[in-house]
C-alpha cells in the first residue's frame, strides 16, 4: 500500500526556535492534514490544505504555524517560534478527493522543544 | 461539525468479541463514519467506513441504526495485537475538518 512518509522522524530544538516539518503525501492524493498529539492525549486536527491553501484551521494553528506544498510533492509545517507546549507527535494525513474517507497517516514527527 | 463521544476505555479477553460504541447526535446527511487504529507512536490507520446499516470488511463490522446518531464497532475474536485506541470520525467527501474525538482504549487480556 502506497504511504505517507515524515521527515524527520525526531527533531530536537531550542524553545524560540524555527522548525520545518516534512512530508510527502500519496501523489494522486488531493487533501492534505497536520495533527498533532500531545503524548497520551488525543489526535487534534492543525489545519487541512486543499488545491493549494489553507481549507480549514483549528484555534491551535495560530500565526506561529503555516504550510505550505512548495513543489507539488512535499508538504510542510513550519512553526516559527517553538514553546515548549509545541512538544508533541505531528503527524501528516492526506487522502484521495473521491471514494472514501481514508486517511493516510504518516509514522509522525516527534517534536520536543527545551 | 459533528462531535462524536466514545467510551474512555475498554476491556477485553482474547477470543472475545468487542463492541466499540460512538455517539454522533448532530450527524448531517452528508456524513459518513469512519473508525480509525491507533497504536502508541504510529498514526492511526483506517479500520472500516460506512454511511448506514451495517458494513463488514475482512478485520471489522460496522453497525449503524437507522438515525445515524450513533454507530458500534465490532472486533470479532481479539487478540492482544488489538490493544490500541479506537477513533470514531465523522465527516463528510468534501470534510477539511476531520476532527478526532476522545477515543477508546481497548485493552486485550491473554
Known amino acids: 500500500e502506497p504511504e505517507v512518509t515524515q521527515t524527520p522522524s525526531h527533531q530536537v530544538t531550542q524553545m524560540g526556535q524555527e522548525v520545518i516539518l516534512r512530508c510527502v503525501p500519496i501523489?494522486?492524493?488531493?487533501?492534505f492534514y497536520w495533527y498533532r498529539q500531545i503524548l497520551g492525549q488525543k489526535v487534534e486536527f492543525l489545519v487541512s490544505?486543499?488545491?493549494?491553501?489553507?481549507?480549514?484551521k483549528s484555534e491551535i494553528f495560530d500565526d506561529q504555524f503555516s504550510v505550505e506544498r512548495p513543489d507539488g510533492s512535499n508538504f510542510t509545517l513550519k512553526i516559527r517560534s517553538t514553546k515548549l507546549e509545541d512538544s508533541a507527535m505531528y503527524f501528516c494525513?492526506?487522502?484521495?478527493?473521491?471514494?472514501?474517507?481514508?486517511?493516510?497517516f504518516g509514522s509522525g514527527t516527534q517534536l520536543s522543544v527545551l | 461539525l459533528a462531535k462524536t463521544t466514545q467510551p474512555i476505555s475498554m476491556d477485553s479477553y482474547e477470543g472475545q468479541e468487542v463492541n466499540i460504541t460512538c455517539s454522533h447526535n448532530?450527524?448531517?446527511?452528508?456524513?459518513?463514519i469512519t473508525w480509525y487504529q491507533q497504536f502508541p507512536s504510529q498514526g492511526p490507520r483506517f479500520i472500516i467506513q460506512?454511511?448506514?446499516t451495517k458494513v463488514t470488511n475482512e478485520v471489522a463490522s460496522l453497525f449503524i441504526p437507522a438515525d445515524r446518531k450513533s454507530s458500534t464497532l465490532s472486533l470479532p475474536r481479539v487478540s492482544l495485537s488489538d490493544t490500541a485506541v479506537y477513533y470514531c470520525?465523522?465527516?463528510?467527501?468534501?470534510?477539511?475538518?476531520?476532527?478526532f474525538g476522545g477515543g477508546t482504549r481497548l485493552m486485550v487480556k491473554p
Open positions: 494525513a492526506s487522502r484521495p478527493g473521491t471514494g472514501r474517507i481514508k486517511l493516510f
Open positions: 490544505f486543499y488545491n493549494n491553501e489553507i481549507s480549514e
Open positions: 501523489s494522486n492524493h488531493l487533501y
Open positions: 448532530n450527524i448531517a446527511t452528508n456524513d459518513y
Open positions: 470520525l465523522v465527516g463528510d467527501y468534501a470534510g477539511n475538518m476531520l476532527t
Open positions: 460506512g454511511y448506514k
